[in-house]
């Protein structure tokens, strides 16, 4: 059961664009939604997160938004940098199970000089 | 402050041997969390540790086992190994446990286990 889905693998935009990465979710008991960045040979980063309480939250590029009765939510990069190319993964979380976060599948975002 | 360290970085084992990888947590951070990697299966919730004890386990079979020592650090344990676990696996740690804002999950540079 993939309780959170990223229907994109791969997503190229152009540097100065904005950039839109989706993720739709099955399980309304998730609190919170977070995006990790992940480039190659390395672990996933963090980057952003948002309670389940409100339908944006925003820092710097980066602002991620949560509409709850679509259960989606997406993460709006502007502008794109070429640096911000990497797989990006939408994951979900409930206060009650710890650490144990649900990803999903990732997108890979390249970003185009 | 250094990151989340894995040892070793990459593994080559045969079908039916064992292995043992390691992790160091971030000083301080208390709960270290383990995930595997495959393609096209984002990263799957094997078990977490907190305080030498294991809160969470995901679905995956009793071959997949761990442990905490009283320093944090963690190990993660395959037996009878099959070609199926080929894989990355990451090591997480967090302060107090918990993926919201206020404790998130810092990420190792993983093991890469190859499976022959």
């Known amino acids: 059961d993939q309780q959170v889905k990223q229907n994109s693998p791969s997503l190229s935009v152009q540097e100065g664009r904005i950039s839109i990465l989706n993720c739709d979710y099955t399980?309304?008991?998730?609190?919170?939604f977070l995006w990790y960045k992940k480039y190659p040979a390395e672990g996933p980063t963090f980057l952003i997160s948002i309670s389940s309480i409100k339908d944006k939250n925003e820092d710097g590029r980066f602002t991620v938004f949560l509409n709850k009765s679509a259960k989606h939510l997406s993460l709006h990069i502007v502008p794109s940098q070429p640096g911000d190319s990497a797989v990006y993964f939408c994951?979900?979380?409930?206060?009650?199970?710890?650490?144990?976060?649900?990803f999903g599948e990732g997108t890979q975002l390249t970003v185009n000089p | 402050k250094a990151g989340v360290t894995q040892t070793p970085r990459y593994l080559i084992k045969t079908r039916g041997q064992q292995v043992t990888l390691s992790c160091s947590p971030i000083s301080g951070h208390r709960s270290v969390s383990w995930y595997q990697q495959t393609p096209g299966q984002g990263l799957q919730f094997l078990f977490e540790?907190?305080?030498?004890?294991?809160?969470n386990k995901g679905n995956f079979p009793g071959r997949f086992s761990g442990r905490q020592f009283s320093n944090s650090r963690s190990e993660m344990n395959v037996s009878t190994l099959e070609l199926g676990d080929s894989a990355l696996y990451l090591c997480a740690s967090s302060r107090t446990g918990g993926g919201s804002y206020n404790s998130p999950l810092h990420f190792g540079n993983g093991t890469r286990l190859t499976v022959t």
């Open positions: 540790y907190f305080s030498e004890t294991q809160r």
């Open positions: 399980n309304s008991m998730f609190d919170y």
């Open positions: 994951a979900a979380h409930r206060e009650t199970s710890g650490s144990r976060l649900t």
